[in-house]
């Protein structure tokens, strides 16, 4: 009898730890940080540049634009061309404790404000009311940084591997489990005047990220001096 206990507890616990083992290998796989163009992990607070992975005729960076009959809020728009790197952007997690950007994890995104805000909103990117004379659902500023939950719920986007470092937006917040929500991957597209990006129901537009050099203040006294 005491045979057979020791061996049933054996096996309870070898069960037990390849269930670990593959339970933590799940989270993990779940949740594996983004990595920049040079193969580190992108970090939230830092600056990055946001740019296309298609040479040439992909466009460059990400970058705020002004449409001539909508100025406000600013939109998220692409430079086009393939050496211009945009505006940067800064990353925060909905667990603020964490510092690693990581994969299907909600995110916000704000552009680092390099000129006077005329619009007076924020550059946090959110999803618009849906425009029904371009049928799309817009990615443009004025969002709320922070605050995960109902309130915010626009504001929340998530970083989708394509072929790392190429990585994809999408746009499917589990900020609020409760909430109502649409599930989307973010596409170029152009409104007449720019290349901006909305919700789409095909594969979503592929950057990679690089990161600046200098950080968030230190490039905004640059632009200002």
Not at 63 to 69: D, K, Y
Request: with cysteine; hydrophobic share 35%.
């Amino acid at each position: 009898m005491k045979t057979t206990t020791a061996s049933m507890f054996l096996l309870f616990i070898i069960f037990s730890v390849t269930l670990s083992s593959f339970l933590f290998g799940v989270a993990s796989a779940t949740n594996e940080p983004v990595l920049d163009i040079d193969g580190n992990e992108v970090q939230t607070g830092t600056p990055y540049y946001v740019v296309s992975s298609i040479w040439g005729g992909g466009g460059g960076g990400l970058a705020l634009g002004r449409p001539s009959r909508n100025p406000c809020p600013e939109v998220v728009t692409q430079r086009k061309s393939s050496v211009d790197n945009g505006i940067p952007v800064i990353f925060s997690n909905s667990d603020s404790n964490d510092r690693v950007v990581r994969l299907s994890s909600d995110i916000n995104i704000e552009f680092i404000r390099l000129r006077p805000n005329i619009c007076r909103t924020t550059t946090v990117w959110k999803v618009d009311d849906y425009d029904h004379s371009a049928g799309k659902w817009w990615v443009v500023t004025n969002g709320v940084k922070g605050n995960p939950g109902a309130n915010t719920l626009t504001s929340w986007f998530r970083i989708e591997t394509e072929r790392s470092p190429f990585y994809t937006f999408k746009y499917c917040p589990a900020v609020c489990g409760t909430c109502p929500a649409l599930c989307n991957e973010i596409g170029k597209y152009t409104d007449g005047e720019m290349v901006r990006f909305a919700l789409s129901t095909s594969p979503g537009w592929s950057f990679y990220f690089k990161k600046v050099k200098k950080s968030a203040t230190e490039i905004q006294q640059v632009v200002h001096i």
